[in-house]
């Protein structure tokens, strides 16, 4: 897992990575942003106001309070979760 500079409180524990969705492998980089000047990463401790969730080419941009005490395998899961609604818009006619 990579962590962008200093989330802010965030904790993210580490889970066996065969327990990972397929699709879904590699290493998982959360970065807290600012809104204002646009997406650049927050300040070293604060949360920022959107947090940046990143596995492979897959991203996800979720508030703090989301992110906030989630473990690895549920921000995985988020992440996931995008990918496969991507993957059925890319299908659709």
């Avoid at 409180?9 to 204002?36: F, I, K, Q, R, W």
């Avoid at 997406?39 to 080419?57: E, I, L, M, Y």
């Avoid at 473990?71 to 996931?80: H, K, P």
Wanted: glycine share 10%; charged share 20%; hydrophobic share 45%.
């Amino acid at each position: 897992m990579v962590v962008g500079p200093d989330p802010g409180g965030l904790t993210v524990d580490s889970v066996d990575s065969a327990a990972c969705v397929a699709g879904n492998e590699g290493p998982l980089e959360v970065t807290p942003l600012l809104l204002t000047p646009i997406c650049h990463a927050a300040p070293p401790g604060t949360p920022g106001d959107v947090v940046r969730v990143s596995v492979g080419a897959t991203t996800v941009y979720l508030l703090p309070a989301d992110v906030d005490g989630a473990d690895e395998a549920a921000l995985r899961d988020m992440v996931a979760a995008r990918g496969r609604l991507a993957d059925r818009d890319e299908a659709a006619p």
